[in-house]
């Protein structure tokens, strides 16, 4: 089992009070939030505490918004 310095809750944890709901768009700001904006809390696979980058990289944040987008996509298509 490969070591993951943040969990996924950690990722899906909303930072404003508007984020906190169970439908895939609130999940979809969250997400797209704490990835760009860095500060998460973790531990590296020697037990130090970290904490991930933002993302200032126009083209990165780009590409995350498309990976996330299509993600996003594809289980809204698999729901219904």
Request: glycine letters at 6%; proline letters at 2%.
């Amino acid at each position: 089992d490969e070591h993951q310095p943040v969990t996924t809750a950690d990722i899906l944890t909303p930072r404003r009070r508007e984020d906190y709901g169970k439908d895939l768009w609130s999940a979809y700001q969250t997400i797209q939030e704490n990835m760009l904006k860095g500060g998460i809390s973790g531990r590296s696979a020697r037990g130090k505490r970290i904490h991930t980058r933002a993302i200032h990289s126009i083209d990165t944040d780009i590409k995350l918004n498309r990976a996330l987008w299509v993600m996003a996509e594809t289980l809204l298509e698999s729901m219904c």
